[in-house]
């Protein structure tokens, strides 16, 4: 896939610059450069993104960072020096979009806050993503992906009641603030479309987390009762759990009383139906212990892909719980969904990456380019799209303003 090809993108007249680093805001701009838009990603020079150390590796260059910063252009620039913020200034001249994830207050301290930006360049998107947002008691404190979730009280209702709190698998705070701040993004730019001016998008991982917390929240609002850890059973639908089989684990999601009446003839258990204390999810999520006690019964002396064959067959939600080998292997997900694509780095070589979970039929998101080399792009940048003589480029570099 060319570059060039960026053109039949849905985003490919959005021009990012994109001063993010790490999870949460490089996941953003993967989403947008995966439709379309063009991402010039800023990074200090000798350093660049701190996930560029981050493992595994191919030879000296991150798998972590490569999947990541794909479709992305790379330029070094000194922003605490006054040259290096003219040339910051001169690409926002170009730009659509800003994003950065740096602490409240230090784009400001370093003269390029929204504020300072937009009083030239009022139509400019400006998205920043934080631990807590830009506003608030808590706007100073750093944030993690695990501040995250301990404060947007994830960590809190996951595990069981006998265990200790527990951190999602992935850096879920992360990937929901980057997809919010996706999403803020794309409704700015509607909105100025619409004739509106450019905005500011305050994205905090705490809040992110807070709003996907949705009806455990819900429970405490309405019944002021808090939600505790219940393992993999669901707090209003029984059964909808993972239950033991006899060479590993299967989930069986039983979402209403259609459902169970298919899925008790199916284990021959019709019996189950006359009894007026599994009559209703309520009530089965009452006695779930109970009923969990059933249907492990009925699993735990068959295979997982015995019992998995057996309920779809009849139709019944199930599924494996796959390791991360399952899903790379796995013919629907790996293959008909095309969830990883092999793509060729300049360094690296051939490897494989996370294709986009998005799907559109005319403006399909795409693979363009690799991620680049640090500062792989700083040259192209500042002649193609800033106009500036070789000669420039050369004095920049010299001067470690590049």
Not at 311 to 331: F, G, Q, S, W
Request: glycine share 8%; proline share 5%.
């Amino acid at each position: 896939m060319k570059d060039q090809d960026r053109k039949k993108g849905a985003l490919s007249d959005i021009l990012v610059l994109d001063l993010t680093r790490v999870l949460a805001g490089p996941f953003c701009t993967m989403l947008l450069g995966d439709m379309g838009a063009e991402i010039i990603k800023i990074e200090t020079p000798g350093a660049g993104d701190d996930s560029r150390r981050y493992p595994p590796f191919i030879g000296d260059d991150s798998a972590y960072f490569m999947n990541l910063n794909r479709n992305k252009k790379s330029i070094t620039l000194n922003l605490k020096a006054d040259e290096g913020k003219k040339v910051f200034f001169d690409l926002t001249q170009k730009a659509d979009v800003i994003i950065e994830n740096f602490r409240p207050g230090t784009m400001e301290k370093l003269g390029i806050g929204y504020d300072q930006i937009r009083s030239y360049k009022p139509d400019i998107i400006f998205s920043s993503i934080s631990g807590f947002g830009q506003t608030g008691p808590y706007r100073d404190r750093p944030g993690y992906d695990i501040i995250g979730q301990a404060m947007g009280g994830i960590m809190g209702v996951t595990g069981w009641p006998d265990s200790p709190p527990t951190r999602t698998g992935t850096a879920i705070a992360d990937v929901l603030a980057g997809l919010c701040a996706c999403v803020g993004i794309l409704s700015g730019l509607l909105a100025r479309h619409n004739g509106h001016a450019g905005q500011k998008i305050d994205i905090a991982l705490v809040d992110s987390v807070v709003s996907a917390m949705e009806t455990l929240i819900q429970i405490y609002l309405v019944e002021k009762r808090e939600p505790q850890r219940v393992g993999n059973r669901y707090e209003f639908i029984y059964p909808y759990d993972a239950f033991e089989a006899q060479n590993g684990w299967v989930v069986i999601g039983i979402g209403n009383n259609k459902l169970w009446r298919e899925f008790c003839k199916a284990i021959n258990e019709e019996t189950l139906l006359k009894e007026e204390k599994y009559r209703d999810n309520a009530d089965r999520v009452k006695h779930h212990q109970e009923i969990q006690q059933i249907v492990e019964a009925w699993t735990k002396p068959k295979t997982v892909k015995e019992i998995i064959n057996f309920l779809l067959a009849r139709k019944i939600p199930c599924a494996p719980i796959n390791t991360v080998k399952d899903i790379v292997e796995d013919e629907h997900i790996a293959v008909a969904r095309k969830m990883f694509q092999e793509i060729e780095h300049p360094s690296a070589g051939k490897l494989k990456v996370v294709s986009s979970p998005v799907n559109m039929s005319a403006t399909p998101p795409q693979i363009y380019s690799p991620a680049p080399l640090l500062g792989q792009h700083t040259n192209e940048i500042l002649t193609d799209i800033l106009g500036f003589s070789q000669d420039k480029v050369d004095v920049l570099k010299l001067k470690r303003i590049t």
